[in-house]
């Protein structure tokens, strides 16, 4: 799948917005993608995981044995890329504001893991997964993630895969541009600012 097929599915799906949004990591934007909606049709969700894994260096494919996504926002893509993978798939949750596996999810000591993102920013939420699955007895061997916002900065620790790059600048509260200032700010992910 190219970038501009990518961005045709998140089109299509309405879920590329334009305003003035307020991220998980507090910074501010003025563009958003919304993977909750692009990922409600299971059909899409499908082809861009598949598209994602066409785009994970062959050894590192072949050496995934589960895939873990963080909860809220990985839930559904990281479900779709164990299937593409044909892997199982778990989720990580926050219930004492730290990632745990929960639900009866484990991991055998040494499990190769992939861990699944839909959007990195600042790549915090990513590190805190990869922590978690270390913790649980796992390795992760790589990252992917829908969307990469980081413009280039986030720094996993493992290889990073995103099927999409979407360089957009993000300001902080007080640093805003006059024409982002002049727009309410909305928060539209998960996760409280």
Known sequence: MTEDEVLGEFRAAGALLEGHFILSSGLR?????QCARVLMDPARGARLAAA???????????SIQA????????????????RALGVEAMFLERPEGVFELRRGFRLEPGT???MMEDVV??????KEAIAAIARAGGETVAAGALVDRSNGTADLG??????IRLDVPT????ALPPEL???PAIKPGSRAA
Do not use: C, Q
């Open 112 to 114: 190769r893991v992939f």
């Open 67 to 82: 895939v873990v996504s963080p909860a809220m926002g990985g839930v559904i893509a990281g479900h779709e890329m164990g």
């Open 171 to 174: 300001y902080a509260a007080d």
């Open 52 to 62: 994602l894994v066409a785009r994970l260096p062959k050894a590192i494919r072949a």
């Open 121 to 126: 920013t600042t790549g915090l939420s990513s």
């Open 181 to 183: 200032a002049a727009i």
């Open 158 to 163: 493992v290889p990073f895969v995103p099927l």
């Open 29 to 33: 934007s003025a563009r958003y993608l």
